[in-house]
Structure formats: structure tokens, C-alpha cells
DNA sequence: TAGCTACTTATCATATATGATAAGTCTAAT
DNA sequence: ATTAGACTTATCATATATGATAAGTAGCTA
């Protein structure tokens, strides 16, 4: 089983992903979609069609490929059926 | 006074800032950019510096043009002395 | 085995974000 | 009135994100 797949089945139990994030130092955007993805109850090609694109495109994303644009980001999230929040907190 | 210009000014005071956030329903990602330079005290020119861009950059993303990448938005981020985080909640 | 679903990767054309430059606006001084 | 600082707007070239297509991988089930 690949690392993706892995974390794909993993993420949507909560228990696991808790401490997975508890591990995990570097925290990764491409996983902060896949999980809202799951959370969603989403297939890629799902998603895809509610964005009017191709689950190729949501792939790219997942997998760290990629710089969204704030818009895709947005897209994504509502998509999933999400309101994106932002904040900051002073850099250590 | 420019309705940016007042902005720029205004969420400078904590206070101000806190009463236009309540009365502000639709929340501009512009304002948030803004609002971070303010708080790192730079200028537009300042922050184009120190993100290796032209001030005319910071001005677009500030003014509410463009869609911004998220490596734009990090280095952005970054650039005040902050670091962004982002979290979701259902969509009401 | 074969066939299916879900996903990844590679490639390409096109749309768009970014960086740069020039010109204009606004405000506060001198 | 004019000079300077901070910012906005317009335009353009270039880099890059996006959408689309095709081919490959992995897991599952009959």
C-alpha cells in the first residue's frame, strides 16, 4: 500500500489522524485538502465534476504538485461543502 | 480620504479594527494582506523588498486584484514576520 | 485470470499570475 | 505651489497554474 493510500484510509478515522498531525512536523497543504476531500465523502472524480474539472487536476493538487491560486483553494473547500478561514500568528 | 487610504489608517487601532471586522460581513482577502503589513509596520515598498517584487505587486494583491498563489500568499505571510494557517468549518 | 474503481504521472495548449516599468492620485508637509 | 512619500492603475513580457488527454499503478472482487 502506497503512503497516499495509506493516509487516505487513515484520515477518515479520527482517532488516527489526530495522531498523525501529533507526528507529523511539517504540516502539508496537500494534506489539508485531501483531508477536507475525506472528510467530504469525495472521490477525486467526484469533486472534479463539482468543480468543472478534471479529478487529474484534484490529483495534481493531493499530491503536493502545484501552487494554487487562492481561487482554486476556495473552489476546493466549497466544493467539499467547507468555508476556508485564514489567520496568522507571529512567526517564531 | 480613499476608502483604502481610511482602512490603511484605521486598522492601525486595534479597536477600530475589532468594530470594522463586526460590521464588515462579506470578510476581503485584501483586507487580511492588508492588515498583515500593517501590523508588521512596512510599507508597500519595504515588503516588495524584502519579497523581491516590485511595491506595484504588493498594491495589486492589496487592492483586491489578482488571485493570489498560495506560495505568494506564504511568502506574503512570511515577509510581516507571520505565519498563515488555515482551517475549515462547514458551509452554512 | 480479467475487469473495475480510485488514483498518479506525463505532456501539452491555453489562461492567468507575476515582475517590471511608467504615469497618475492623494496627503502632508515645506 | 511645490516637493516628497505612499499608494493605485495600466500595460506588457514571461513564468506558471489550469484543464484536458493518455497511459500507468494499486487494490479489490468475481
Do not use: W
Not at 476546493?76 to 496568522?88: D, I, K, P, S
Amino acid at each position: 500500500m502506497s503512503l497516499s493510500k495509506l493516509k487516505q484510509k487513515a484520515f477518515t478515522n479520527e482517532e488516527v489522524k489526530v495522531e498523525y498531525d501529533k507526528l507529523e512536523n511539517e504540516f502539508s497543504f496537500a494534506n489539508f485538502l485531501l483531508e477536507m476531500r475525506n472528510k467530504a465523502g469525495l472521490t477525486q472524480a467526484d469533486l472534479a465534476k463539482l468543480m468543472n474539472t478534471s479529478f487529474t487536476s484534484i490529483s495534481r493538487l493531493e499530491s503536493g504538485k502545484g501552487n494554487p491560486s487562492l481561487k482554486t483553494i476556495n473552489n476546493f473547500a466549497h466544493a467539499c461543502g467547507f468555508q476556508l478561514n485564514f489567520n496568522y500568528s507571529r512567526l517564531s
